[in-house]
């Protein structure tokens, strides 16, 4: 499944950071609030956690990222604290940087750093603002399009209109 400009703009629409997007989004995403070491952290981070029939992740995650992080400066400097907090571990665990791991070593390492069972906070330890600012930010925006939605079976995600035949069906 492919993620396309439409998803980026129902994702933004669903954070509530559409505004002005569709003006934006055809700028190259390092020319953002966010750099473009936190944009490929937040791709490699991305092809993690995405199931593996999505395609675009490259595109959808950095589009989204650097509107998301538009206007909003704390936003952005706490996605570039989450990023250096993931790397400075995947340095000491594995010598490299988090963009620079394979997929089986960048699974490895969000696992060993364990943001998979980490209550996601901005203000908590590395960990729990990697998963706020990284990895929940990213399924939400997933998980918020109607590509993303129909991976996970929810038909209409929020924001995004389905027409009357969506509500008139009887159950299945």
Sequence with gaps: ????????????????????????????????????????????????????????????????????????????SGVADAVAALDEYSRTWEDAEFVDLDAERADRTLSGFEVDTADPDPEGSDRERVRYYLVNELLYALFSTPTGGSLAGIENPQGHPGGTTSYQRGPE
């Design 1 to 76: 499944m492919e993620l396309t400009r439409r998803d980026v703009l129902a994702a933004l629409a669903a954070s509530g950071a559409a505004a002005g997007a569709s003006v934006s989004l055809a700028s190259d995403p390092g020319d953002g609030p966010v750099g473009d070491h936190e944009v490929d952290t937040l791709v490699a981070v991305a092809r993690v956690v995405y199931p593996s029939a999505v395609d675009g992740v490259e595109s959808f995650v950095g589009q989204y990222s650097v509107e998301r992080a538009r206007d909003r400066p704390e936003y952005a």
